[in-house]
């Protein structure tokens, strides 16, 4: 069993080949995918191709890279997509600070408006955190998400994970953790606990070894279940089984 739990399958890099794309990873023994909606038109995609796949789920939520564009009317949306049975979480939502592509107290607004719809609706939250790891604490312990949460593609210190542990969240690890330049992230992975992490992969972005340069996909996410298992001393169907498992009760199925 091997979850994937952060793909976006309904982006155009795979409008020509998503179907083959999607019985590529089931042959590779992925299981599972979650497929994460970021605008709302991706939402709207990911519940669509959900309804499609009996393995396939969808969450919804609102990138901070769109968050300038939101209005009551997005709100009205998601909270209607988050009625679908095959939505198990609320994001990606969070804050980024690198490419900066919303104002930064609009990105805050924003993600704390989504924390909140999160806890209305029951669900989990999906977090995005590029270079604003002080902001993002600062919220996220005022707002703290009832049914819990994961950082995706988790990138920062191993001190920053500790917190993020205490507060109940789970960590990802994708793509990036099979680089020579890993060495922070992997500290993060060998000291995780057993039943704190998922893996992902991000795709069609974040391609691991030795498939870098490449476009990503599901199936690609064997690298990281691979390095994890090196790392931790483990074997391969150990980690698959304990990323599932966890992967299962963050998304209460
Ligand atoms: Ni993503």
């Known amino acids: 069993m091997i979850w994937d739990t952060h793909a976006h399958l309904d982006d155009s890099q795979f409008e020509t080949d998503r179907e083959i794309v999607i019985e590529r990873a089931r042959e590779a023994g992925i299981t599972t995918i979650v497929n994460i909606g970021h605008t709302e038109s991706s939402c709207s995609e990911a519940v669509k191709l959900a309804g499609r796949y009996p393995f396939i789920y969808a969450t919804v939520g609102i990138h901070p890279h769109d968050a300038k564009d939101c209005?009551?009317?997005?709100?009205?949306?998601?909270?209607?997509?988050?009625?679908?049975?095959?939505?198990?979480?609320?994001?990606e939502i969070g804050l980024d600070y690198y490419r900066d592509l919303s104002p930064r107290d609009v990105q805050r607004q924003v993600f704390i408006r989504q924390l909140e719809l999160a806890n209305e609706t029951g669900l989990p939250v999906i977090i995005h955190n590029r270079?604003?790891?002080g902001d993002?604490?600062?919220?996220?312990?005022?707002?703290?998400?009832?049914?819990?949460?994961v950082f995706h593609s988790y990138s920062g210190s191993w001190e920053m994970a500790e917190e993020l542990l205490r507060?109940?969240?789970?960590?990802?690890?994708?793509?990036?953790?099979?680089?020579?330049?890993?060495?922070?992230?992997?500290k993060v992975a060998v000291n995780v606990p057993e039943d704190r992490f998922v893996v992902e992969t991000d795709s069609p972005y974040l391609t691991p070894e030795p498939y870098r340069g490449k476009r990503n996909e599901p199936g690609y996410v064997r690298e990281v279940v691979a390095k994890i298992a090196e790392i931790k001393g483990l074997p391969f169907e150990r980690v698959a089984q304990l990323s599932s498992n966890n992967a299962k009760r963050l998304f209460g199925l």
Do not use: M
Not at 71 to 90: D, F, G, R
Not at 167 to 174: E, M, P, T
């Open 71 to 91: 209005t009551e009317k997005t709100w009205e949306l998601l909270l209607k997509l988050s009625q679908n049975p095959k939505v198990v979480a609320w994001g």
């Open 167 to 186: 507060l109940g969240f789970y960590l990802s690890f994708s793509g990036p953790l099979t680089f020579k330049n890993a060495r922070h992230t992997l």
């Open 136 to 149: 993002i604490i600062e919220v996220i312990k005022k707002h703290l998400p009832s049914a819990g949460g």
């Open 131 to 133: 270079d604003a790891h």
